[in-house]
């Protein structure tokens, strides 16, 4: 499975953005999805995930209530809906792919990664 995420950018505080993460590969639907982020000078940390059949969803407590994780199959993509953005959340944003179907918080339990996507927040 190969990775490709994309829709960073800049906004102002309490702005919104939508980072899409389109894979390859014929069993995108088995896999467990993740997003991850890496703020400048500090460790990668979870932000969001959600199980192959999208019915299980987990959030970071930074990001609860403003964040939403969705996934299209047919597209072979997942989405990261950033709302109500703050400084804080300026980081390389990744997304990350698990063989066994559920997400996992721990960055080494996935399988395959796609390239960062830079989110800057202003205030």
């Known amino acids: 499975v190969q990775l490709q995420a994309s829709g960073g950018g800049s906004v102002q505080a309490g702005g919104s953005l939508r980072l899409s993460c389109a894979a390859s590969g014929r069993r995108f639907s088995a896999y467990g999805l993740g997003w991850f982020r890496q703020p400048p000078g500090k460790e990668v940390e979870f932000i969001a995930g959600v199980n192959w059949r999208g019915d299980l969803k987990h959030y970071a407590n930074s990001v609860k209530g403003r964040f939403t994780v969705s996934r299209d199959d047919a597209k072979n993509t997942v989405y990261l809906q950033m709302n109500n953005l703050k400084p804080e959340d300026t980081a390389d944003y990744y997304c990350?792919?698990?063989?066994?179907?559920?997400?996992?918080?721990?960055?080494?339990?996935?399988?395959?990664w796609g390239q960062g996507t830079l989110v800057t927040v202003s205030s």
């Open positions: 990350a792919a698990r063989g066994n179907g559920y997400y996992s918080t721990n960055r080494g339990e996935y399988d395959y």
